[in-house]
Nanobody
Framework: QVQLVESGGGLVQPGGSLRLSCKAS????????VGWFRQAPGKERNFVAA????????YYADSVKGRFTISRDNAKNTVYLQMNSLKSEDTAVYYC?????????????????WGQGTQVTVSS
């Protein structure tokens, strides 16, 4: 079992930045793929970014390419999502999830473990 805890959400003005963290406990991320998804009110949960723990290959949704960066810290067993140039449409609850490869990293159905989410609100 892997327990995931997200942190770092909050209220930020358009154009600002936030860094989300996803820390695993119970076991290490090992060979998992770790992804970030987001869900706005009344909308479905959508893929944001993912990283393969082994090799560090990254994936991004088109809507966040060039603005968001996913990274990992092996020693801390933590994955980060650096979000820059935030827009109002980035407002959502952000979820961290872990999947056993080689499942497709952009599909929510690929993920076995989910955190409880952290709210990100972009507003002036």
């Amino acid at each position: 079992q892997v327990q995931l805890v997200e942190s770092g959400g909050g209220l930020v003005q358009p154009g600002g930045s936030l860094r989300l963290s996803c820390k695993a406990s119970g076991r290490t991320f090992g060979t998992y793929t770790v992804g970030w998804f987001r869900q706005a009110p009344g909308k479905e949960r959508n893929f944001v970014a993912a990283i393969r723990w082994s090799g560090g290959i990254t994936y991004y949704a088109d809507s966040v390419k060039g603005r968001f960066t996913i990274s990992r810290d092996n020693a801390k067993n933590t994955v980060y999502l650096q979000m820059n140039s935030l827009k109002s449409e980035d407002t959502a609850v952000y979820y961290c999830a872990a999947a056993t490869p080689p499942r497709p990293p952009i599909n929510a159905a690929s993920y076995d473990y989910w955190g409880q989410g952290t709210q990100v609100t972009v507003s002036s």
